[in-house]
């Protein structure tokens, strides 16, 4: 058969949650197209793919998901979670050209600024990966007391962190959500860009195929709104990071947090329409990221005589 009879063969994009690619509990789908100055003027629109459409329920089990793989993720050493995450770069590197041209066609980039946004994401991995045995040294470390005591402080994960990702960048941006979040202990939910969700749902089978335990991170396709909300609101959610809310939605996402202390972290810059997405990605990371789902643990352990016998508080 020759190639100009050939029919192609569509991809079917597929929710990842619990280690698993479900579809949405509702059977609900909607189009996803290109940006028009990816199409062209002739292709203003075209289409790309139909993504599940998350509900309440699908963010619900995506909850359940990451609280049952916390105890496992946040207990293992810094340097295995580091192992893991390079993994995922590595993961990545060989899929390069998949995702290039999803982004290409999901952010209206020509070919190779899709490439460079595809190797800043590999190397934000990286970036992560190197830190997990490092943060400790940074947001924790003995404190001066009056007294014979030694008190030390130490950082521990939040728990289970529900992200909203980047509207405007598909997949670098995603992965500076994703990244610092399960670097340092913490499970994610991750609510995918509702235009650009391609390169979100790929990055799930990439997490399948590498290292990450099923649940550490979830990944929901859908209205970002109608996913976010039971997100804000569930109370073994214990942290929310609304950088792909608009002003509006963060508000509202802020307020329901609050009813059971939820860490937020608040939405960067907003463009004039009132969208997330003015945030430069590109720039170096830091660590702010690393220590927003963080807490301290502070011991007090007494010095001399009892110290040597092992009393502490």
């Known amino acids: 058969m020759s190639d100009n009879n050939r029919l192609g063969v569509f991809k079917t994009y597929k929710l990842y949650v619990g280690g698993k690619f479900p579809r949405s509990e509702s059977g609900r789908v909607y189009e996803v197209t290109t940006k028009a100055s990816a199409a062209g003027a002739a292709g203003k629109g075209a289409w ?38 390079y993994r995922v770069a590595e993961m990545l590197e060989g899929r390069k050209e998949q995702f ?9 980039l020509s070919k190779s600024k899709a490439a460079a946004a595809v190797d800043a994401a590999i190397d934000r991995w990286v970036w992560y990966a190197g830190w997990t045995d490092k943060i400790g040294q940074i947001a ?33 941006g995603l992965v500076s959500v ?6 340092t202990g913490n499970t994610a939910v991750v609510v995918a860009s ?13 997490l399948a195929t590498s290292d ?21 609101a569930h109370q073994d959610v214990n942290a929310i990071d609304l950088t792909g809310a608009d002003t509006a939605l963060a508000r509202e996402l802020e307020i329901a947090a609050a009813d059971n202390l939820k860490r937020v972290l608040r939405p ?11 945030e430069d990605w590109t720039a170096s990371p830091g660590t702010h990221r690393l220590t927003a789902f963080l807490e301290t643990k502070t011991v007090w352990h007494p010095t001399g005589a009892l110290g040597a016998a092992g009393s502490s508080y």
């Open 268 to 278: 960067g810059p907003v463009d004039a329409d009132g969208a997330s997405g003015s």
């Open 194 to 206: 509702a235009d650009a969700p391609l390169p979100a749902l790929s990055l799930g089978e990439v």
């Open 48 to 85: 790309l793919a139909n993504a599940p459409k998350s509900s309440r329920k699908d963010a619900r089990d995506a909850v359940v998901a990451a609280r049952k793989a916390f105890g496992g993720w946040s207990g293992a050493t810094a340097y295995n979670r580091g192992q893991v995450l």
């Open 140 to 172: 924790g470390g003995a404190n001066p007391v009056a007294g014979p005591f030694f008190n030390l402080s130490t950082p521990e994960p939040t728990g289970v962190v529900a992200a909203l990702a980047p509207q405007k960048s598909s997949l670098l």
């Open 100 to 108: 290039v041209r999803e982004v290409a066609a999901s952010e209206g």
């Open 178 to 183: 994703i990244a610092p979040v399960i670097a």
């Open 212 to 232: 990450v335990p099923g649940g550490v991170v979830n990944i929901l396709s859908g209205v970002t709104a109608e996913i976010a909300a039971p997100l804000a």
